[in-house]
Each structure stands twice: as structure tokens, then as C-alpha cells.
């Protein structure tokens, strides 16, 4: 009797596995290749492959991916690869502050107050036009306050939507 509901509750597995990874973006784009070009672009960054990474990243940034968004953001800031340029890395760091970790919000600080206040409320309608193309909405994200484990600080996490 083990072995058949062990049997059932492993092919349940499967079969949920494997409809997991064939699940979809509203774009019909498959979950595998979205998260692929994701993963490939941070990992491409990590290895200091720049020119692969900015590929990916601003591939992984246009479909809404948050960590796209603010490595990529980081790129045009720091010079990795490519000539610095504050206003898109501005532009791409607004649209990921969607999301909120405290990392990123201390970065965002940082970066902030290193930047005259003309330039950036020079910036705010290029950031609007930003966020309704690239933005957790127009991208079909689900945006949700989570405490990462043993901790009660709530960040917000947003995360692909996949039918």
C-alpha cells in the first residue's frame, strides 16, 4: 500500500515538475527561456563577460526581470564593459526599485543622493515612459510582500507571472 501511494505521490511530482517548466508568459514566452536568459546574463556578469552579459541583461530587463533591471542599471554606473551612462542607468535602476530588498534600497540611496536633484526631476517623465513599458505591470509581474526565512523584515519581491 506504501509503495502505490508513494508511486501516485511521485508521479503526481512529475507530472507537476514537468507542467511547471512547460508553463508560459503571457507573451507565450516558455518559463525555461525566460529564466535562462535571466540566469545567463547574471552569470555571464559574474564571469565578466560583459558584452554577453549586457546582452542578456537588457534582454532579461525588457521582459520586466527585476534583476536584469538593476544589474544592468549597474553596468551603465559603474563602466562594466560599457561606457558609463547615468541617465539609462537612472532609468533601468527606477523601473527595478519596483522590487525592494534592502540591498538594493541602500544602493538606491547611494546612488541617489550622488546625483544632482535637477538631473533626476529632469528624469522623472523618461522614468514614467520606463516604467509603463518595462515595469511590473506592463511586464505581467506579481509584486508581493515576503520576510525572507528567519527574518521579519518584509521586502517586496516580484516575480513572472507563468500560466
Excluded at 514566452?29 to 529564466?35: A, G, I
Excluded at 535571466?38 to 560583459?50: P, R
Excluded at 526581470?65 to 538593476?70: E, W
Aim: net charge neutral; aromatic share 14%; charged share 25%.
Amino acid at each position: 500500500m506504501k509503495a502505490i501511494v508513494f508511486a501516485l505521490l511521485f508521479t503526481g511530482t512529475l507530472i507537476s515538475t514537468a507542467a511547471d517548466a512547460q508553463s508560459r508568459t503571457k507573451d507565450h514566452m516558455w518559463k525555461t527561456e525566460y529564466l535562462s536568459i535571466v540566469e545567463s546574463g547574471l552569470f555571464a556578469l559574474k564571469a565578466e563577460n560583459y558584452e554577453e552579459a549586457y546582452t542578456k541583461l537588457l534582454e532579461g530587463a525588457k521582459l520586466g526581470n527585476k534583476s536584469s533591471q538593476y544589474y544592468l542599471a549597474q553596468m551603465y554606473f559603474q563602466g562594466w564593459g560599457i561606457e558609463p551612462n547615468y541617465e539609462e542607468g537612472w532609468l533601468w535602476l527606477k523601473v527595478a526599485m519596483e522590487q525592494k530588498t534592502a540591498e538594493w534600497n541602500r544602493s538606491f540611496r547611494s546612488i541617489r543622493d550622488a546625483l544632482p536633484e535637477d538631473f533626476r526631476t529632469a528624469m522623472e517623465p523618461f522614468v514614467d515612459e520606463h516604467i509603463a513599458l518595462y515595469g511590473a505591470k506592463a511586464q505581467d509581474l506579481r509584486c508581493e510582500k515576503r520576510a525572507a526565512i528567519g527574518s521579519n523584515i518584509k521586502e517586496i519581491i516580484c516575480s513572472k507571472r507563468f500560466y
